[in-house]
């Protein structure tokens, strides 16, 4: 089931941003999350509640990647962060864990999902709780990166 | 319900700092979100997930509270922020949100809790969705502030 929530997340992330924003995005090598911790620039955090699993999503875009999907997705070119952007990656974020969970329902397992959470500033890192299950994998745009976050644990 | 839900959580606030620091902290006026984002260089943040209801809880520390908060817990003077001290927000996250949750559950509300996630980044900001039952309550301890951040919508 593991395996399959990061799946659905991994899927799910590559839908999102080629539906709305027309950007093909490849992902690298997922990391097991140890000392290092992920930088980014606006960083999108959704709780996800099962009956027998909860866990979190991150995904924290660089500055550029931000800028090359809004700008994507609105047709204009966008050059700053600003609060229209950060409710771009809350939406984003939102849609990420909303299509993981239509996936992971049609496999017969339903989670719950909590309100995103976005943060900015300048190079901020993100530590989710340590557990086995802590996961980071990359992804690249054509100008920039993000790096989706996913914990997880049975209870 | 929803007075409730922010109560319980001020209640569990200034009960977990009580009882891991032996800090006293005072609440100051609840602010609906407006523009204006919140700042501070260590947040955790959880979600949580009801029948009924979905939400989300962050809590920004400044980076003077959080010092004051780990050096009366662990009885030895911290000056600068780490991992440890990461760790220790998410801690404090995850105990305030299984604080509010014992308080509601004895209301019998239950509300199942996402694993807690940590942002750390000077003076990064924290951006809730935005939802009429958005709202920031200001604390300060002797020497720091924070800002416990409640989202909360009835689905």
Same mark, same amino acid.
């Given at each position: 089931?593991?395996?399959?929530?990061? *799946?659905?997340?991994?899927?799910?992330?590559?839908? =999102? /941003?080629?539906?709305?924003?027309?950007?093909? =995005?490849?992902?690298? @090598? $997922?990391?097991?999350?140890? *000392?290092?911790? !992920?930088?980014?620039?606006?960083?999108?955090?959704?709780?996800? =509640?099962?009956?027998? !699993?909860?866990?979190?999503?991150?995904?924290?875009?660089? +500055?550029? #990647?931000?800028?090359? %999907?809004?700008? $994507?997705?609105?047709?204009?070119?966008?050059?700053?962060?600003?609060? +229209?952007? $950060?409710?771009?990656?809350?939406?984003?974020?939102?849609?990420?864990?909303? *299509? #993981?969970?239509? /996936?992971?329902?049609?496999?017969? %397992?339903?989670? *719950?999902?909590?309100?995103?959470? =976005?943060?900015?500033?300048?190079?901020?890192?993100?530590?989710?709780?340590?557990?086995?299950?802590?996961?980071?994998?990359?992804?690249?745009?054509? @100008?920039?990166?993000?790096?989706?976050?996913?914990?997880?644990?049975?209870?």
């Amino acid at each position: 089931m593991n395996i399959d929530f990061i *799946g659905s997340i991994v899927l799910s992330v590559k839908k =999102v /941003i080629q539906t709305m924003a027309s950007i093909e =995005v490849k992902r690298g @090598k $997922a990391l097991k999350k140890t *000392g290092t911790l !992920a930088h980014g620039d606006v960083t999108g955090v959704i709780g996800m =509640v099962a009956p027998n !699993a909860i866990g979190s999503l991150a995904i924290s875009f660089s +500055e550029s #990647a931000v800028l090359e %999907i809004m700008s $994507a997705m609105l047709g204009e070119p966008f050059t700053e962060l600003d609060k +229209e952007s $950060a409710d771009c990656v809350g939406e984003i974020t939102n849609m990420v864990a909303g *299509g #993981a969970k239509k /996936i992971m329902s049609e496999k017969g %397992i339903e989670f *719950g999902m909590a309100t995103p959470v =976005v943060i900015t500033g300048k190079s901020h890192e993100i530590l989710h709780e340590v557990t086995e299950n802590d996961i980071a994998i990359p992804f690249k745009s054509q @100008k920039g990166t993000f790096i989706v976050e996913i914990s997880y644990k049975e209870i």
